[in-house]
């Protein structure tokens, strides 16, 4: 759906480590020396659910198929990346192209990795890395208001934006994020925010990167993280990226094991995949045949006729109707033959929203 969350952090705090973990492969290099990664590295992360597993126990089928994420593992910003410092300006635009942010934070000590700053401190690490977004929101407004300055002398609605974005201006000149401004909903910031795509506006998930002894108890670096996320209104997903890399290529009960010696329940990176798929405002509904369960990604809200247009477009442009058992229904009552015995199958129509966790079957004519 060309949705995207980006790993960002100031070099060599386990961004391409934590990257080599969620895509199950070592294709993002990890080095101990900063800017080890030069191009952005991409990947299709599936979306782990276990009610695809359960699905799949009743329908047998030849596959399954999750929702996935994609993840760019961005190179490390360091204080005057907004200037063009370290490798600055070409990886905040690529910032810029995902909608939710994955902010990688150093919560341990070791001395044989370097850190950029000499010292851990994870509140000033993010100061550093929130505050070049802002600054280079800032360099943005001023080429836009330039141009409005213009445009506003035989343009009313040029003039009306160009209000608001010099009141934009003067809240991030007080170093205050974007996403604090208090006209978020006004339509002109809302065309400002569609083009500029303000750095600082965008939804934050600090990874707590720890050590394997932190796994069990969070230690006072990560308690810091929780309370400054929790002042910004932000999540806090605690792992220990070398951990979580070391599970690629284990099974699901081998790896369910490696969690429990550390009395882990639930691997950090799973967590981050959930978290972020809701961030970005997804849900999934399903499809239960012989030849796949699937799991297809839609907008929360999303109506039965565009849901069907994931599938295809001709679904959407001949919508007659949707069938629909809830995810509970289905299993509870062993497959959809027996959930409609038992009166669980619904037809819904072209205003029905679908639910997550919806087994959909979709009536159309073209």
């Not at 009395?263 to 809701?278: C, N, Q, R, Y």
């Not at 399903?286 to 699937?294: H, P, Q, Y």
């Not at 849901?307 to 679904?315: G, L, Q």
């Amino acid at each position: 759906m060309g949705l995207g969350v980006g790993i960002v952090g100031l070099p060599n705090v386990g961004k391409s480590t934590t990257f080599n973990a969620l895509t199950k492969a070592q294709n993002a290099e990890a080095q101990n020396y900063p800017f080890c990664t030069i191009e952005p590295n991409k990947a299709i992360v599936p979306v782990p659910d276990k009610r695809l597993d359960e699905l799949a126990k009743i329908v047998n089928p030849n596959k399954i198929q999750h929702s996935t994420i994609d993840f760019v593992d961005i190179a490390g910003l360091v204080k005057g990346a907004s200037k063009g410092e370290g490798l600055g300006n070409q990886f905040l635009s690529n910032i810029r192209e995902v909608e939710v942010i994955l902010h990688m934070v150093r919560c341990f000590d070791d001395e044989n990795i370097t850190h950029v700053e000499g010292e851990i401190d994870p509140i000033r690490d993010i100061e550093i890395i929130e505050t070049e977004l802002i600054y280079a929101d800032m360099t943005q407004l001023e080429k836009k208001i330039e141009k409005l300055k213009k445009q506003a002398k035989f343009d009313k609605e040029a003039s009306a934006q160009l209000e608001v974005a010099n009141a934009l201006m003067a809240h991030v000149e007080d170093l205050k994020p974007i996403k604090t401004f208090e006209d978020l909903e006004d339509e002109f910031f809302i065309v400002l925010n569609k083009e500029l795509k303000f750095l600082s506006n965008k939804t934050i998930i600090y990874g707590a990167n720890v050590d394997e002894d932190s796994l069990l108890e969070e230690n006072d670096y990560v308690k810091k993280v929780k309370e400054y996320a929790k002042a910004n209104d932000s999540d806090v997903i605690m792992l220990c990226a070398k951990v979580e890399e070391e599970l690629v290529g284990l099974d699901d009960d081998e790896a369910k094991e490696f969690l429990i010696d550390f009395g882990v329940e639930e691997s950090g990176l799973e967590k981050i995949i959930h978290t972020a798929f809701d961030k970005l405002g997804l849900q999934s509904y399903f499809t239960a045949g012989v030849v796949e369960v699937r799991a297809w990604t839609i907008h929360k809200g999303c109506k039965a006729p565009a849901a069907a247009a994931v599938i295809h477009n001709d679904f959407e442009k001949g919508f007659i109707k949707a069938e629909v058992i809830a995810y509970d229904d289905f299993v509870a009552c062993g497959g959809e033959l027996k959930s409609k015995e038992a009166g669980k199958l619904r037809l819904e129509g072209k205003d029905y929203i679908v639910q997550d966790g919806d087994v959909m079957h979709f009536k159309f004519n073209v």
